[in-house]
């Protein structure tokens, strides 16, 4: 992976658009966003055949454009579509698992709290979800926000390892996730969201 390729970073599912998929991942690809999570979770996502897809036509714009393409939490699914990288949270299949049995997928791994840290099999992990940062309603099960202070923390443990921070980040916080240190930040709500897309991201 190459540096600055997690600094927008766009994490999206069907059910977090509000107008066609494809279209939102295409205007966020024209204002600048450098790499893309296939999401599809949560109330009204697709599933089975639909779910399958809905991948592949997103991770073939993401190809066309040369932007790095995960897929959250289903390594099924990330080797299925040809993924760059899988996305898992503490819950998911270990690391250590994929590192091992795929060794050519990036792997990122969430990590919210301090126990979540020191349990985690960071030398195996290609970067660290931090969040989330910010109160965010985009996820249902979403912890307690941690602020800023949490990447700070990860980068005084681990200096090396690439950070995104997570969470009801948008483009009036975001400059203060990299000040404290992050490599970039992943984001939801407040691109799919927006109406203008492509200046939502830029303006990221
Ligand atoms: N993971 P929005 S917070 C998918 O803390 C996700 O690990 C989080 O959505 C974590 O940008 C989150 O709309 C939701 O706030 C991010």
Redesign the pocket.
């Known amino acids: 992976m190459k540096s600055g390729q997690l600094r927008k970073y766009l994490?999206m599912g069907s059910n977090?658009c509000s107008r066609d998929p494809h279209e939102v991942l295409r205007e966020a690809i024209a204002g600048g966003i450098t790499a893309f999570q296939y999401?599809e979770k949560g109330n009204g996502a697709r599933l089975g055949q639909e779910r399958l897809m809905l991948g592949r036509s997103l991770r073939e714009i993401c190809k066309e454009n040369d932007i790095l393409f995960f897929v959250n939490d289903d390594l099924e699914l990330a080797i299925q579509l040809g993924a760059n990288g899988v996305h898992v949270?503490q819950a998911d299949k270990e690391v250590t698992y994929i590192r091992e049995h795929h060794p050519e997928l990036l792997i990122g791994l969430?990590v919210?709290n301090e126990t979540e840290l020191a349990n985690s099999e960071i030398d195996y992990v290609d970067y660290l979800?931090a969040?989330?940062i910010?109160p965010?309603?985009?996820?249902e099960d979403?912890?307690e926000s941690v602020g800023t202070d949490w990447i700070r923390r990860i980068k005084i443990v681990h200096p090396t390892i690439p950070v995104v921070g997570?969470?009801?980040?948008d483009p009036t916080n975001a400059s203060n996730v990299i000040e404290a240190g992050a490599d970039g930040v992943?984001?939801?709500?407040?691109i799919t969201k927006a109406v203008d897309i492509k200046a939502a991201v830029r303006q990221i």
């Open positions: 994490v977090q999401r949270g969430s919210s979800g969040g989330p910010y965010t309603a985009t996820k979403a912890k997570i969470g009801g980040i992943a984001v939801i709500s407040a």
